[in-house]
């Protein structure tokens, strides 16, 4: 019992301990985005924690959980994205991924798994206490650091360490962090107007941390929060006033709610007040760019219309935006944005996951009401479980809906996982939850058989922990290299960093990468004054760029990322008279445009090779097709006007380029080209705009 109570102890812990870091953690000095050192924490934590819960089942001799629909719609919506993924055009990429996104299987899986330990873990008010106290100091953790970056610039002065921290944010966007922040808040202002008769000390303590909460939402200035937050305060208020003197179920305090009253005071201030003080003063800016709602419903319409059961594949999101968006979006400077998602993280995944992970998610939120009508049927006799339960319903609740009306990060979402298992936990604890129990120790046959699934379950978490070790230390290998690259023009080390990443983990990015590389390499054995290239390298680090970059090719095909980067090498060979090279452009960027059909710049590098392989028809008809999809592409219209200079209309040229500098008046190609129009000067023949 002592030894089961240990490793219970060290799965709990390690949990906990997942969960308080998540907010803030990041790796010092590591350049990739946050979500990466958040979403390998996260599967590293909830990995070592179901572990050694399954440790201490052998050791027990049972597995007990509770009963719940709850639990079940979370395996069905893992099974469904699994399914999805299995189906997916892009199996590695849906299934794994390439850095520990949150829409794949694997992450899906994982979210179940923690809401699953949580409604085991949570079972005990001391559990519950634990796991707020827990929240509640990584927020000030969180709110530290990004006072410690707004009023002193911490950031700023070591820029290499907080390399991936966006405006001192350590939660995500700052939106997150608004997010993140009102529930905090909401929390404080409950414990504060139910448990009057608390210490001093911890209402003092409550207090603090709802102004540094209040504070960071000002900083933020999130609107949608603010009014969540009124609505939350309105609510409350009403509450007390017409049952605070009648039998209340949570509390026999009467007093007024003050706390409540200035909470709704304090948001209506945030929500009709035009602009942000706060935000002007510390010099913050908040900039949120996502899809809108119709938009993201014209790209589900189009998306399901052709892969209506299991979607466009989990984690592919941006594959179904490249080729459905709107060309109305050329017309902005979004033209050439790669979206991940639509306007919210649980509508995206319908387009990702189809119709099958739509009824999954459905299923899931169904069952969750379903247990809030359960859990709040009957009224416990502790005060204290009442009030917990009310939190825990609150913060899923709370949670749930900024996942389904805006695109929340990892940490948002590992978060409404983790309360609606302690919700789970706190239901289980009222009267009528039952838990599934089996007790496999009494029978020597059945204790063989369930203690070899235990133990084979056991060595695909430890499989899995293994393979995202690996898979982090090729992303930082990754990184490395390309930093030997940019900074220090070590190309040998880069490619040996990249090929040692590769042997850690294999992706489409990975190599294309790498024959970005490859072809650095080759540009500067080129451009050496120094000495003359050795014909036989030069051949050698080209045919190490092909390979790489058509490796990325049959990773995944439908990537218009791998045909662009073919594309590029060939571009750069086209000048070279090289047998092939334009058909080579051609056929790669037309592979390109059947993936994202609304992107000008593929008709424009179509359009470039055209010219200089002296083919001046398909030239022009390339850069009209271009300059259809977007009339303001100012690199598309400088091409033209150099084009049509070349082949002696002149009036046009000179038509064409004076729109161009209308649209960029600062754009050097466009005034060099208008120069040499007006005084008759030759173009350069290879002369490119930039793209």
């Known amino acids: 019992m002592k030894n089961t109570n240990i490793i219970n102890n060290i799965s709990f812990y390690s949990f906990l301990v997942t969960i308080f870091l998540l907010p803030f953690f990041f790796i010092p000095g590591f350049m990739f985005s946050l979500g990466v050192s958040k979403g390998f924490l996260l599967l590293i934590g909830v990995s070592f924690s179901l572990f050694f819960w399954f440790i201490a089942c052998i050791i027990e001799g049972k597995v007990s959980f509770p009963k719940s629909l709850l639990l079940l719609s979370s395996l069905t919506l893992s099974f469904s994205i699994c399914l999805a993924a299995i189906f997916s055009a892009s199996f590695d990429n849906s299934f794994f991924g390439q850095g520990f996104e949150i829409d794949t299987f694997i992450s899906i899986l994982t979210l179940s798994v923690a809401l699953f330990l949580s409604s085991v873990f949570f079972q005990r008010e001391k559990a519950i206490q634990y796991g707020l106290i827990s929240l509640f100091g990584s927020f000030v953790v969180v709110a530290l650091l990004q006072m410690s970056d707004l009023f002193f610039k911490v950031i700023s002065k070591f820029p290499y360490i907080f390399v991936n921290v966006s405006g001192g944010n350590f939660v995500g966007s700052f939106n997150e962090l608004a997010i993140f922040s009102g529930l905090i808040v909401m929390i404080s202002v409950l414990l504060l107007e139910f448990l009057s008769s608390s210490s001093k000390l911890l209402r003092l303590a409550l207090v603090i941390v709802g102004i540094l909460g209040l504070f960071m939402m000002s900083v933020a200035n999130y609107e949608t929060v603010w009014i969540v937050l009124g609505i939350f305060s309105l609510v409350l208020v009403i509450y007390k006033f017409a049952y605070a003197k009648a039998k209340s179920a949570y509390s026999n305090n009467s007093n007024l709610p003050i706390v409540a009253v200035v909470t709704f005071i304090i948001s209506l201030f945030f929500i009709f007040t035009p602009g942000n003080y706060i935000q002007s003063a510390l010099g913050v800016r908040n900039l949120d760019v996502r899809l809108s709602v119709p938009m993201t419903i014209d790209i589900a319409k189009q998306t399901l219309a052709t892969d209506p059961i299991f979607g466009v594949g989990p984690n592919r999101f941006t594959n179904s935006w490249l080729l459905f968006k709107s060309p ?166 880069g490619e040996a960093r990249l090929l040692s990443a590769i042997k850690l983990f294999r992706a489409d990015l990975y190599y294309r990468v790498l024959s970005q590389i490859y072809m650095a390499k080759l540009d500067n054995l080129i451009s050496n004054k120094d000495s003359q290239p050795d014909s036989s390298k030069v051949q050698s680090v080209l045919a190490s760029a092909q390979s790489a970059a058509s490796t990325a090719i049959d990773f995944d095909r439908t990537n218009v990322a791998n045909w662009v980067a073919v594309g590029l090498i060939y571009e750069n060979l086209v000048p070279l008279s090289v047998p092939g090279a334009f058909d080579s452009v051609v056929f790669n960027y037309g592979e390109a445009l059947k993936l994202s059909p609304k992107n000008p710049q593929y008709y424009l590098k179509i359009a470039q090779a055209s010219y200089i392989a002296g083919k001046n028809d398909m030239a022009r008809d390339n850069v009209g097709k271009a300059l259809q999809l977007k009339g303001n592409y100012v690199d598309a219209l400088v091409f033209s006007a150099g084009l049509e200079y070349r082949l002696g209309n002149f009036e046009s040229a000179k038509s064409i380029i004076q729109n161009a500098i209308s649209l960029d008046s600062q754009n050097k190609d466009a005034l060099a080209i208008k120069n040499m129009i007006e005084t008759g000067l030759a173009i350069p023949t290879e002369t490119k705009s930039e793209n």
């Open 328 to 493: 109305a979006v050329n017309q902005s400077v979004f033209w050439n944005t790669d979206f991940n998602f639509g306007f919210g993280l649980l509508p995206t995944f319908i387009i990702t996951s189809g119709i099958l992970g739509g009824l999954a998610w459905l299923f899931f939120l169904i069952s969750f009401i379903l247990l809030s009508i359960k859990a709040f049927k009957g009224i416990a006799k502790n005060v204290l479980t009442n009030l917990f339960t009310l939190i825990t319903f609150i913060a899923s609740v709370y949670y749930w809906l900024f996942t389904i009306i805006y695109t929340t990060g990892i940490t948002i979402f590992i978060l409404a996982f983790v309360f609606t298992g302690m919700f789970l936990a706190l239901a289980y604890l009222q009267k009528g939850s039952k838990v599934v129990s089996f007790d496999f120790i009494k029978d020597p046959r059945l204790s063989f058989f369930s203690i070899l699934i235990l133990v084979a379950l056991m060595c695909g978490i430890a499989f899995v922990g293994y393979k995202s070790v690996k898979k982090f230390a090729s992303i930082v290998m990754l990184e490395r290299g390309i930093i030997a690259v940019r900074q220090y023009g070590d190309f040998d080390k």
